[in-house]
């Protein structure tokens, strides 16, 4: 029986109407463009505004872009995975609200956690269900309302993040197309440089809580950059080493945006040109689970049925990793 593989076969996505440029930042916190151009590489990200709004809301208008896009009715879809750090809730799954939101009935539907490398672990994930056989359309969203847990008073961190979300179709081929190969990675150890100190278990939320902002991103950036650029780096050129590939064989680099320099260094390292390298950073800076599926959106009518694409990410956890994709279709 011929292999099956799992592939990409259409892609939507949304991002919030709202702005907020460095410029505005700057009345917020203490802070230049000059200094978030320099270090991050960020000029503007999108904020989720509106009561009772969350990120179930932007990953529901990703999927029904999807949805539409691919002609595909929401009965047809087996599962929906939600790749998030921002739930619209602890519990249920914010892929369940998802799936209500658009009328999906005869799917199952469960959330994923693995920090800025949600999606490509989900990737992983959805490609699994489709490789086994057992299912022919799985949805893969990746949303996230960065701002829901960003300190608009710390420099540090209110300048990187911003909301946004995306969502893909996977679907069986036996074409040699869709996820080649991946080289994923945790190290939990990592933990203790990027975290959100209160809302779980450990230390549910209390006044103490609020009163000390525990409910928002923990980060200390430079042990977090040091790992990201190597983690980063690492897995990608070990994928093209693996699967003999030069520079010249890869179209795109489809990286984590999480700053311009990592993405560069990462870059560097595989020894690509920049017009091999998708970017946006600069208009919605890093959207967490958002970033690939925003990425491939934006670049979808460049990319070209067979064209080699490695994913890459790196986020809290620590996680890390890289995937060979071969793209399967032309717009
Ligand atoms: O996707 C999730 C994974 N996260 C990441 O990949 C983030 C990785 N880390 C980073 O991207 C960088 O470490 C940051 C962008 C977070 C920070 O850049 P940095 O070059 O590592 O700066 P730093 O933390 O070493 O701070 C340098 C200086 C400090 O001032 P002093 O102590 O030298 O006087 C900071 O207080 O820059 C100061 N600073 C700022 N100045 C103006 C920090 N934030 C700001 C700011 N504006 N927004």
């Known amino acids: 029986m011929a292999k099956i593989n799992a592939a990409i076969t259409g892609i939507g996505a949304y991002v919030p109407e709202y702005i907020l440029t460095n410029d505005e930042l700057s009345t917020m916190v203490d802070t230049t463009d000059e200094w978030i151009m320099t270090r991050i590489g960020i000029k503007e990200r999108r904020i989720l ?24 009715k ?14 619209d809730m602890q519990f249920p799954a914010t892929a369940n609200i998802i799936s209500d939101k658009v009328g999906i009935k005869n799917a199952f539907s469960f959330d994923l956690n693995a920090g800025c490398s949600g999606f490509l672990f989900g990737m992983s994930t ?25 300190d608009y008073n ?23 197309v869709g996820i080649i190969d991946e080289d994923l ?12 100190k209160a809302g779980g278990s450990v230390k549910p ?36 080493e693996k699967h003999n590939l030069s520079s010249e064989d890869i179209a795109w680099l489809v990286p984590h945006q999480a700053n311009m320099r990592i993405i560069s260094a990462t870059a560097q390292r595989m020894n690509l040109p920049p017009e091999k390298v998708m970017i946006n950073i600069e208009k ?34 620590f996680t890390w990793g890289a995937i060979y994709m071969k793209w399967a279709y032309n717009s």
């Open 49 to 72: 505004k509106g009561e009772g709004k969350g990120t179930s809301d932007m990953g529901a208008k990703a999927v029904n872009e999807l949805l539409k896009k691919t002609n595909t």
């Open 74 to 87: 929401p009965e047809e879809i087996d599962l929906l995975i939600c790749s998030t750090v921002t739930p």
């Open 126 to 150: 959805a490609s699994k269900f489709i490789q086994s056989g057992l299912y022919k359309k799985v949805i893969l969203v990746g949303a996230d309302k960065m701002s829901s847990i960003v």
């Open 154 to 176: 710390d420099r540090s961190v209110s300048p990187i993040f911003g909301d946004g979300a995306g969502a893909v179709l996977f679907e069986p081929t036996i074409e040699d």
């Open 185 to 196: 990675h945790v190290d939990g150890s990592g933990r203790v440089h990027l975290h959100q």
């Open 205 to 240: 939320a209390s006044h103490e809580s609020v009163d000390a902002r525990e409910h928002y991103i923990y980060q200390e950036g430079q042990p977090v950059f040091k790992a990201a650029v190597k983690g980063m780096a690492d897995v990608s050129v070990e994928m093209m």
């Open 284 to 317: 919605y800076g890093n959207t967490t689970d958002g970033t690939l599926p925003l990425l491939i959106r934006e670049w979808e009518k460049q990319l070209k049925k067979g064209d080699k694409l490695i994913f890459a990410t790196f986020g809290a956890g």
